[in-house]
């Protein structure tokens, strides 16, 4: 769309260019490659193993260069939405009207993938803050921002809170409603749907069956083995891998089921809220 239709533009947002967890896996992978490899593995000829050892910290550093997230742009007349280099890549729609928009509100999610952390999500806190959009057309989107703060419930950056305010603004002088669609909720169904978000995504006695079992799995494997016996082997090995991985996984995959059907709660309470919110506003 040429620059003129999109309007001055009122606001942009630049996120860091990697995410704390990613960072942290390559840090990990580091050391592990450059200095306990050498230290551990290279005695024995298992390092670098024609380069074989590198290719884990390769996979990572390719996999954050996708991730790169874009800068956000708030418009008079739209907004360009963060997407991550991967997306960009396949040419997907960035720039989205405001006059294709029927709905835009405070939208929650996890921060820095902390829904696949059945130990963090235990604590069902870890709810960041962005801004959620949805087009007359069906399609959705979030703008996700740098994470300020992870000890409150859906902490809100101080990027989401600027971006939030010039976005309010912009409507407010229009006269045009940034919720269209939001549902009529009594104070009971609001109290309801409080309790129900704060809830942990998986219980304590969950995170530690789902994480401690698998070790009790393999030993039992490896002793049922010493028993019979049969010699290890590679595909008994790997047998044995993929039964230990079975709690955690499903542990994950229950979590995230979780997490997005908190998410759609927390997403409908904040259209009631931004619907009452300007409601007040055109009042005062």
Not at 60 to 87: C, D, R
Not at 189 to 216: C, H, I, N, Y
Not at 232 to 257: E, H, Q
């Amino acid at each position: 769309m040429d620059a003129d239709a999109r309007g001055p533009l009122l606001y942009s947002y630049f996120p860091i260019p990697a995410n704390p967890m990613s960072v942290a896996l390559l840090l990990l992978l580091l050391v592990v490659t450059f200095v306990l490899g050498p230290i551990a593995a290279a005695p024995e000829g298992l390092w670098p193993l024609g380069g074989t050892c590198f290719l884990p910290l390769a996979a990572v550093l390719l996999a954050m260069a996708l991730a790169k997230p874009s800068p956000t742009f708030v418009h008079e007349e739209g907004i360009e939405i963060s997407q991550p280099l991967a997306v960009r890549i396949l040419r997907r729609p960035r720039y989205v009207p405001w006059s294709e928009v029927r709905d835009v509100y405070p939208a929650s999610y996890e921060v820095s993938g902390s829904f696949l952390s059945p130990f963090a999500s235990s604590a069902g806190t870890l709810v960041h803050v962005g801004i959620g959009l949805e087009t007359r057309d069906g399609r959705r989107g979030l703008v996700r921002f740098t994470p300020g703060a992870i000890r409150g419930f859906r902490a809100e950056s101080r990027g989401y809170q600027e971006a939030m305010a010039v976005i309010r603004d912009r409507f407010a002088r229009r006269g045009v409603p940034m919720v269209t669609t939001a549902k009529a909720l009594t104070d009971e169904e609001v109290l309801r749907m409080q309790k129900a978000a704060r809830e942990p995504l998986v219980s304590l006695g969950g995170v530690f069956l789902a994480f401690f079992l698998p070790p009790t799995i393999v030993a039992a494997l490896f002793a049922g083995v010493g028993l019979i016996p049969l010699p290890l082997s590679f595909p008994l090995l790997l047998a044995a891998a993929a039964l230990a991985l079975v709690p955690p996984a499903a542990s994950m995959a229950r979590t995230l089921r979780r997490s997005e059907r908190r998410n759609e709660i927390l997403g409908e309470l904040a259209k009631y809220q931004e619907a009452l919110r300007e409601r007040s506003a055109r009042e005062a």
